[in-house]
């Protein structure tokens, strides 16, 4: 799988720099962050489960395989760090298939007529400038009144 793939690419590239900035400088405080975890626990989320289950084991595995890079990736870096150096690994509170249709925002947006519609492409600059002066122009306010720039006034709904 491509993303797997990529994701643990990732890791493995993050790994190697932090290393090497490591041993490049005296450090006071050095962080990196390991965020592969959380685009595999949405995307790489087995279709329908809900939970892990022994049964799903294998449906499982992109995750996991994703998971023990992060893991390895951290030993590695223990390995590179000096003796006395405190070492926090902090962790996010897990994901799950991501299906809140986050992705449909913009175009219910535009529809309501809170949202401009996308700029042209090809470097229409014309159309981009009146894209934004519209966007501009019009913005929702509490109770569902528009605030009209063009008349300085608040408009009721």
Not at 2 to 27: D, I, M, N, P, T
Not at 31 to 45: D, K, M, N, Q, R
Not at 92 to 121: F, I, K, M
Request: charged share 20%.
């Amino acid at each position: 799988m491509l993303l797997e793939r990529r994701l643990l690419q990732s890791v493995e590239h993050k790994r190697a720099s932090f290393e090497w900035l490591l041993g490049a400088s005296q450090w006071d405080l050095a962080i990196t962050v390991f965020g592969e975890t959380h685009p595999a626990g949405h995307y790489l989320w087995p279709q329908g489960a809900l939970a892990y289950s022994v049964q799903d084991d294998a449906r499982f595995e992109p995750i996991r395989r994703v998971y023990a890079e992060v893991d390895r990736a951290l030993g590695s870096i223990r390995a590179v760090l000096p003796k006395d150096t405190t070492l926090i690994v902090l962790s996010g509170d897990g994901v799950t298939a991501n299906h809140c249709g986050w992705y449909l925002v913009p175009d219910v947006l535009e529809r309501l007529g809170y949202s401009a519609p996308p700029a042209p492409q090809g470097g229409e600059r014309q159309a981009a400038k009146e894209t934004v002066a519209w966007a501009c122009e019009r913005h929702v306010a509490p109770g569902g009144a528009t605030l009209d720039r063009r008349q300085s006034a608040l408009v009721a709904a």
